[in-house]
């Protein structure tokens, strides 16, 4: 697995919308539905900074470390 993206989390706790959040963070409802969807390959210091500041959180909040051996596959 490597690294969870929990931002669907967050933003149900913050009750924001990814259109919302997008407008927000000056990104496209495009590249942020694929982030959320945890289909990113890489993010941004710079948008995960700007992600955290919008919704009132810290990095930790967003992104989840899984280990590959924990699935036992």
Known sequence: MGIIVNLDVMMAKR???LTELAAE?????ANLS???NNKAKAVRFTTLAAIC???DCQPG??????????GGE
């Open 61 to 70: 909040d967003i992104l989840e470390y899984v280990d590959d051996m924990d």
């Open 15 to 17: 009750k924001k919308s």
């Open 34 to 36: 694929i982030l959320k």
């Open 25 to 29: 963070v000056d990104l496209t409802l």
């Open 53 to 55: 500041r919008a919704l």
